[in-house]
């Protein structure tokens, strides 16, 4: 069996956050450039890069002049204040970061819904969407949409081709930054989706690089493993384990391709990256298909929109 394999390289784009028309139509272009070599009749998947939707919670119908001030850091202190002063008591709850996400996150998520939904039906693929911070949310007829986690999470939705939910991965390992940004790591278990393709692994960023986690991926039966990712680093600047090296070829030299070299049922990987600046952070990267050893398709630069593809042989792989 032949699958289309497509990884989105994403510049972020301010004006794409400031309202779910927006985000939709950023979302559904983006797809669309990544199915485009997809042959006609052959199972896709998607991967959108990690916090490619973060933007959401500052951006989405908040004033103009929030995407405007100089950090993060201020921007949430301001989105903040703004929702204290309809409902003060909230600030007795929990720490103000997290506070930020819980009050956020479930106005912004019937935006990313709409958005990744349509964009898994208009292209026919499995999409697994872009990830951003927050509590997990959950829906049901006598609480409708609902804050489900006390905790908060680096974590996505990926979605069939029908447009509906199949699983919603978070992150396990998190950096310095989504520590200080009170941020929870999960525990293992939403990181493995059974498909009608089989079985398939979503670990974020700093997740696929443990070896651990990889093991658990391929020990449950995934054929392809997705990592997206966002790094805060210059691609072809020293790398921040060792200033000796460069950033981008310790990533592709430890990247995906060696992590699925000898696997019992791993196969192939998608690594799409963000790229652009989202207040302080800049974010480099290029997006990757890879198989045991090889990389099938690597964006040329580090920056910049990209849509990587790669048609792949299952059956031929596994037999």
Same mark, same amino acid.
């Given at each position: 069996?032949?699958?289309?394999?497509?990884?989105?390289?994403?510049?972020?784009?301010?004006?794409?956050?400031?309202?779910?028309?927006?985000?939709?139509?950023? !979302?559904?272009?983006? !797809?669309?450039?990544?199915?485009?070599?997809?042959?006609?009749?052959?199972?896709?998947?998607?991967?959108?890069?990690?916090?490619?939707?973060?933007?959401?919670?500052?951006?989405?119908?908040?004033?103009?002049?929030?995407?405007?001030? $100089?950090?993060?850091?201020?921007? /949430?202190?301001?989105?903040?204040?703004?929702?204290?002063?309809?409902?003060?008591?909230?600030?007795?709850?929990?720490? %103000?970061?997290?506070?930020?996400?819980?009050?956020?996150?479930?106005?912004? %998520?019937?935006?990313?819904?709409?958005?990744?939904?349509?964009?898994?039906?208009?292209?026919?693929?499995?999409?697994?969407?872009?990830?951003?911070?927050?509590?997990?949310?959950?829906?049901?007829?006598?609480?409708?949409?609902?804050?489900?986690?006390?905790?908060?999470?680096?974590?996505?939705?990926?979605?069939?081709?029908?447009?509906?939910?199949?699983?919603?991965?978070?992150?396990?390992?998190?950096?310095?930054?989504?520590?200080?940004?009170?941020?929870? /790591?999960?525990?293992?278990?939403?990181?493995?989706?059974?498909?009608?393709?089989?079985?398939?692994?979503?670990?974020?960023?700093?997740?696929?690089?443990?070896?651990?986690?990889?093991?658990?991926?391929?020990?449950?039966?995934? %054929?392809?493993?997705?990592?997206?990712?966002?790094?805060?680093?210059?691609?072809?600047?020293? %790398?921040?384990?060792?200033?000796?090296?460069? $950033?981008?070829?310790?990533?592709?030299? $430890?990247?995906?391709?060696?992590?699925?070299?000898?696997?019992?049922?791993?196969?192939?990987?998608?690594?799409?990256?963000?790229?652009?600046?989202?207040? $302080?952070?800049?974010?480099?990267?290029?997006?990757?298909?890879?198989?045991?050893?090889?990389?099938?398709?690597?964006?040329?630069?580090?920056?910049?929109?990209?849509?990587?593809?790669?048609?792949?042989?299952?059956?031929?792989?596994?037999?």
């Amino acid at each position: 069996m032949q699958v289309y394999l497509a990884a989105v390289q994403a510049q972020i784009e301010a004006e794409a956050y400031l309202s779910a028309e927006a985000f939709k139509e950023r !979302t559904l272009a983006l !797809t669309r450039q990544a199915v485009a070599a997809a042959p006609a009749g052959v199972p896709r998947v998607v991967a959108f890069p990690e916090v490619y939707a973060l933007p959401l919670l500052f951006w989405l119908n908040t004033p103009a002049t929030i995407k405007e001030v $100089e950090s993060s850091l201020k921007a /949430g202190l301001n989105l903040l204040a703004a929702e204290l002063r309809q409902n003060p008591a909230a600030l007795l709850k929990r720490p %103000w970061p997290d506070l930020l996400y819980h009050l956020r996150l479930p106005r912004v %998520w019937p935006a990313y819904h709409e958005a990744f939904s349509s964009a898994a039906r208009d292209s026919g693929a499995y999409v697994i969407g872009g990830s951003f911070f927050g509590p997990l949310l959950d829906e049901e007829p006598a609480r409708a949409l609902h804050v489900a986690s006390r905790s908060s999470y680096n974590w996505l939705a990926v979605y069939s081709p029908r447009g509906r939910i199949l699983a919603r991965p978070t992150k396990i390992k998190l950096t310095g930054n989504e520590k200080h940004a009170f941020l929870s /790591g999960a525990p293992f278990g939403s990181q493995v989706l059974h498909t009608k393709l089989g079985k398939i692994g979503v670990l974020i960023c700093l997740d696929a690089f443990h070896e651990s986690l990889v093991e658990r991926i391929d020990a449950a039966g995934s %054929w392809l493993l997705v990592q997206p990712s966002a790094n805060a680093a210059a691609w072809n600047g020293p %790398w921040s384990g060792d200033a000796s090296q460069v $950033e981008g070829q310790v990533w592709l030299r $430890e990247g995906l391709a060696k992590k699925l070299a000898g696997r019992e049922n791993l196969l192939y990987g998608l690594n799409p990256m963000l790229n652009g600046d989202f207040y $302080e952070l800049h974010f480099e990267g290029r997006s990757s298909v890879a198989a045991t050893g090889e990389y099938l398709a690597l964006a040329p630069e580090p920056l910049g929109d990209a849509a990587i593809g790669a048609v792949v042989e299952l059956a031929d792989a596994r037999g």
